[in-house]
Nanobody, 123 residues
């Protein structure tokens, strides 16, 4: 099993920045890609960013591309999500996820999930 714990959420004004972190523990050698998803009240879960295993290639959802940056520290089994130029529409619960696959943007391929951290962006 793999456990994921997110941190770094909070309240920020529009245009500000936040940095989310996700720490993995347990059978971390099973982890391939890691990703962030988010879900706002009344909306479906949305893909935010993914970082592949090995090369560390990244990919982003269209709504955050150019504003969010995902990074990975394999030695520490952590991933981070730097969120800049935040908008009120970025308000959501953000979830860290881990997959055995090398790369994916699809939530159903992620076997392990954190509890989520809340991000609120005020206008």
């Amino acid at each position: 099993q793999v456990q994921l714990v997110e941190s770094g959420g909070g309240l920020v004004q529009a245009g500000g920045s936040l940095r989310l972190a996700c720490a993995a523990s347990g059978r971390t050698n099973n982890i391939g890609a890691m990703a962030w998803f988010r879900q706002a009240p009344g909306k479906e879960r949305e893909f935010v960013a993914v970082i592949s295993s090995g090369s560390g290639s990244t990919d982003y959802g269209n709504s955050v591309k150019g504003r969010f940056t995902m990074s990975r520290d394999n030695a520490k089994n952590t991933v981070n999500l730097q969120m800049d130029s935040l908008k009120p529409e970025d308000t959501a619960a953000y979830y860290c996820a881990a997959s055995k696959a090398y790369y994916s943007r699809t939530s159903r391929t992620f076997e392990y999930w954190g509890q989520g951290t809340q991000v609120i962006v005020s206008s």
